[in-house]
């Protein structure tokens, strides 16, 4: 079997083994998989509205995968994503609630840029310290989600005017020239929460492909996560690479969290932890092994079992088993070096016995 092959059976027969395991479980606690699972799918493509809540729950999670993959690829694990999708979030609603009337494709592209901005900032952070102190980027990414998410939380309870809050917690909604759902894609999903988010990320898939396979700064930064003293001697900077690399990541991260806030919730509000986006993004790309384009049916799949699992109720299991799932999957992908040495075994064992 080809290297090309086995990269993308190993997440396949990931995926069958984590619904394998899930349903194992399922069985040991009483309760009947097949019908858990007929419900969870019945649920996810039941109707346009499900149908368009995937790719309405697909658009964040992408682009925050993008982000994590960046800076896999230059060999760093940003466990940071959710503090700076955090940080795109609040400041882009934030500039979005103080100019309501802004004509709508200027202010869609500025909040792009203001929430890309922001989570390319936090994400500099780490990089920064790690260039030029060596510091672990994954302590420091942890550290910095707490740091966001309570300055987060502060600026949105005192930081906001009182005519932008309807509740201490919580900011009106934008206007409709803010808001990226659209009216068509809305009735064209019956009434889902489907928005323009999608299309953003589409585009990040190919911008993000090219730039690590095509552009000399994709080579420096596959460069430098292989080897950055090789890199450094063949004359690559590696603290510039490494730093480019985390605001990269951030950028996307910030993206990320603009696309859920404007796109699914249109305000911002006080949140009791780090946000569950950030490391959904994480497994997601950790599931499609970084590839930019195993990103979008790697997104697909989690937005069908996050969308599906209110229909696992009908079989009288808990929605919260579908989490279950989820984490086997990635656990599959994490000793996916298991699944490689079956399958080159096996290999060796048909020639063998040729």
């Known amino acids: 079997m080809s290297k090309r092959t086995q990269k993308i059976a190993v997440p396949v027969i990931s995926v069958l083994l984590g619904f394998v395991l899930g349903a ?3 069985f040991i606690f009483g309760y009947d998989p097949i019908w858990g699972y007929e419900g969870l799918f019945q649920t996810a493509f039941g109707g346009l509205k499900n149908i368009g809540e995937i790719f309405r729950a697909m ?3 992408i682009l925050i995968a993008l982000g994590f993959t960046v800076a896999s690829r230059a060999g760093f694990f940003n466990i940071g994503l959710s503090g700076q999708a955090l940080a795109g979030w609040i400041s882009s609603t934030w500039f979005a609630l103080t ?30 310290l790690r260039a030029y102190l060596g510091t672990s980027e994954v302590i420091v990414t942890i550290m910095m989600n707490y740091i966001i998410l309570y300055i987060g939380n502060t600026i949105i309870q005192k930081g906001f005017a009182k005519n932008l809050k309807q509740s201490i917690d919580s900011s009106i909604q ?33 911008v993000i492909w090219f730039l690590l396979n095509k552009t ?14 090789a890199s450094e001697y063949a004359g690559m900077s590696a603290k510039r690479t490494i730093i480019l690399s985390m605001i990269i990541s951030g950028a996307l991260a910030g993206l990320g969290g603009v696309v859920e806030g404007l796109g699914t919730f249109e305000n911002v ?10 490391f959904d993004g994480m497994a997601v790309s950790l599931l499609a092994a970084n590839s930019p384009i195993g990103i979008f ?15 696992m109720n009908i079989a009288g299991i808990p929605p919260e088993l579908v989490k279950v799932v989820t984490a086997s999957i990635i656990f599959f992908v994490g000793a996916h070096y298991l699944i490689e040495r079956y399958m080159i075994r096996s290999k060796k064992t048909v020639k063998g016995g040729k």
Do not use: K
Request: aromatic share 8%; proline share 6%; glycine share 12%.
């Open 269 to 278: 509000f006080v949140q009791s932890s780090s946000l569950a986006i950030g």
């Open 99 to 128: 100019h309501p009337d802004m004509s709508r494709p200027l202010l869609i592209l500025l909040t792009i840029l203001i929430g890309m901005l922001a989570g390319g900032i936090v994400g500099a952070i780490p990089g920064i």
């Open 174 to 206: 934008v206007s409709d020239n803010a808001s990226y759902q659209t009216h068509w894609l809305s009735a064209l999903t019956n009434n889902s929460r489907i928005n323009i988010g999608i299309f953003f990320a589409i585009i990040a898939i190919v």
């Open 59 to 61: 658009g964040p999670l």
């Open 24 to 26: 194992l479980i399922m």
């Open 297 to 311: 049916f790697s997104a697909f799949l989690f937005g069908v079992l996050n969308i599906g699992a209110p229909g």
């Open 216 to 229: 000399t700064l994709g080579f420096e930064i596959r460069s430098v996560g292989l080897n950055p003293h």
